[in-house]
């Protein structure tokens, strides 16, 4: 495989050497696929299909890349084209089933259901949510199982560097329910609070399913507003904030009032959360993916050329482990834009002598990393068809 473009040459700027990968994909992106292409049977004609190291049943290259680059509709309508005609499989069809299950589709992911019933003569996948896709057979206190969702954390200083990760936090959101984990927040800046406050604030308007561990994070927050030298409302408003999506409709009024007073201004008002949030202990104890296996990051919402410190946390977290599992179960779609990401971090973790498995991807996820070239660094586990 051609690692050229991760090459710099300090002294002067050089071309970079496009692949037939990287080629590919911008066909995909600079023309737009036709009418034509879905009224008539699949073709070798139009955007080139790559070899790569795993064999790809027809359509399935060419669908994976228009939903990485964020076409949907034209892949589903691809798809379509390919179970109409002899060459389907049943790659086409799972894949498909992927599509409709990620675009939230439940009505077409049930009608595809019942075709694949009779056309294929046996039991259809059923609908499972992205949050609950990992669920099945966790069991790792009495905790966890009073809980529900995906976990997700933020440790450390939260400040204007934590923007990426609160960003996941909201796409992970709108997949389905949260188990957030506040508890590792031990300095907060008075933009980090303003990043979570309207985190808070956007995933309350938009009824999101939370359970948060916030105890340890309330007590910081008070001992800023308990500080009589402390002129930044931020960190009132985040504690105000938490309070609401909690459901702690008294802490907020007392709240409120010693804000008036302290800044001298009209404080926010009480909105009753219409999904409140649900107070739960903290769950590093937990965070542990199933199995009981501590060698296994997950990552979560959509993968782009933002995400680098979610990566670098990834290599921090690889570093200690000479074998470790990237958990892609809840990832939605993984953007070409994040192919540097991906290569720079695994060629590192291979020259470490590190083995790095990928898991739990939905088809075009995996299909994405094998076009990429990831799987020629990292085992990249499909499930199996046919």
């Given at each position: 495989m051609d690692f050229s473009f991760f090459r710099k040459d300090k002294s002067k700027p050089t071309p970079v050497k496009k692949s037939g990968k990287v080629?590919?994909?911008e066909a995909i992106n600079q023309e737009p696929l036709t009418e034509e292409h879905f009224d008539a049977a699949p073709t070798q004609g139009g955007i080139d299909v790559v070899e790569t190291g795993a064999k790809l049943a027809p359509g399935i290259e060419e669908a994976a890349m228009l939903y990485a680059s964020d076409r949907a509709d034209?892949?589903?309508?691809l798809l379509k084209t390919y179970l109409a005609s002899e060459q389907a499989g049943d790659a086409q069809w799972l894949m498909l089933f992927d599509l409709y299950r990620m675009t939230r589709q439940r009505e077409a992911f049930d009608r595809l259901a019942l075709d694949y019933a009779v056309k294929r003569e046996t039991s259809p996948p059923?609908?499972?949510?992205?949050?609950?896709?990992?669920?099945?057979?966790?069991?790792?206190?009495?905790d966890a199982t009073k809980s529900s969702g995906q976990l997700f954390s933020l440790k450390g200083?939260?400040?204007?560097?934590?923007?990426?990760?609160i960003t996941l936090l909201q796409s992970a959101a709108g997949q389905g329910a949260i188990q957030l984990d506040l508890s590792g927040i031990n300095a907060i800046t008075p933009a980090g609070s303003r990043l979570l406050k309207d985190a808070l604030a956007h995933l309350q308007k938009n009824r999101a399913q939370l359970q948060i561990a916030s105890g340890a994070l309330i007590s910081l927050l008070q001992q800023h507003t308990g500080d009589a030298g402390q002129s930044e409302p931020a960190h009132w408003l985040l504690l105000l904030q938490l309070y609401q999506v909690q459901g702690k409709q008294d802490e907020f009024e007392d709240l409120a009032v010693d804000y008036a007073v302290r800044f001298e201004v009209s404080p926010?008002?009480?909105?009753?959360?219409?999904?409140?949030?649900?107070?739960?202990?903290?769950?590093?104890?937990?965070?542990?993916?199933?199995?009981?296996s501590g060698n296994v990051f997950a990552m979560h919402g959509i993968i782009n050329g933002g995400?680098?410190?979610?990566?670098?946390?990834?290599?921090?977290?690889a570093a200690k482990h000479a074998e470790v599992?990237?958990?892609?179960?809840?990832?939605?779609?993984?953007?070409?834009?994040?192919?540097?990401?991906?290569?720079?971090?695994?060629?590192s973790l291979l020259q470490a002598g590190k083995r790095v498995r990928i898991v739990g991807g939905n088809e075009?996820?995996?299909?994405?990393?094998?076009?990429?070239?990831?799987?020629?660094m990292a085992e990249v586990v499909r499930r199996k068809t046919g």
């Open positions: 080629e590919a994909i034209d892949a589903i309508a059923v609908w499972v949510d992205a949050a609950t896709i990992k669920q099945s057979g966790k069991s790792n206190s009495a200083n939260l400040d204007e560097n934590s923007a990426d990760r926010p008002s009480w909105e009753t959360p219409a999904a409140v949030a649900q107070s739960i202990a903290p769950l590093e104890t937990v965070k542990v993916a199933e199995g009981g995400s680098a410190a979610r990566f670098e946390e990834f290599r921090t977290f599992e990237l958990d892609l179960a809840d990832v939605q779609r993984v953007e070409f834009a994040s192919v540097n990401l991906f290569m720079e971090v695994l060629m075009m996820v995996n299909v994405v990393l094998i076009v990429m070239g990831v799987d020629e």
